[in-house]
């Protein structure tokens, strides 16, 4: 009967410990997304990826108004056809036609290529961005002895309450202005 007694002890004194280390780890939370945008770098990208995708819209615009030109002309060719100029008329229509076809190709061409090519150059700057903010919320949660920490930008937690922002310090590790507050994830 003792050792049964001392062996229930012995469990609930490890059940008891167990919850006492794990209610000494330390969480906290950042807004991941808040972070990146505040960074010059993620900035200067945006502006980059801009100016890309106007040229690139501009472009495919130049190609539809010339589509949209040749599709004008060929409606007037057929408004003005009849069985006098058929002979002449129709070879044009279907020249026109075909040019149609070509332009509306080129033109979906251009726009998978464009999104491609955006999409590259999104990844090509982005990425260092990411890896150095990433850097970073390591680098203060492991200062700040964090053990886990949560992205409130793009994890689904319904709700939270407690816990360390580190978006603020973050920032600040990356010579970020902490000045706007960081925005918490929508209660469900």
């Known amino acids: 009967m003792k050792n049964l007694l001392k062996g229930a002890v012995a469990i609930v004194a490890v059940f008891f410990s167990t919850q006492f280390a794990n ?25 980059q990826l801009k100016t890309l995708s106007d040229g690139k819209t501009k472009e495919i615009q130049d190609m539809v108004t010339i589509y949209q030109t040749k599709q004008k ?40 290529t464009a999104q491609e090519e955006l999409n590259k150059k999104e990844e090509e700057l982005i990425a260092p961005v990411h890896r150095k903010v990433a850097d970073a919320v390591t680098a203060v949660s492991k200062e700040k002895g964090m053990a886990y920490v949560f992205d409130i930008s793009s994890t689904n937690i319904p709700y939270f309450q407690g816990g360390e922002d580190l978006t603020a310090a973050v920032k600040s590790k990356l010579g970020i202005s902490a000045t706007a507050a960081p925005t918490a994830p929508a209660k469900k």
């Open 23 to 47: 209610a000494q780890q330390k969480i906290g939370h950042i807004n991941f997304a808040e972070i990146i945008q505040s960074t010059p770098e993620f900035k200067a990208a945006e502006a």
């Open 73 to 112: 002309d060929a409606n007037e060719k057929l408004r003005n056809r009849s069985e006098a100029n058929k002979e002449t008329v129709d070879p044009e229509i279907n020249k026109i036609g075909q040019e149609l076809q070509d332009i509306q190709t080129r033109i979906q061409t251009a726009q998978q």
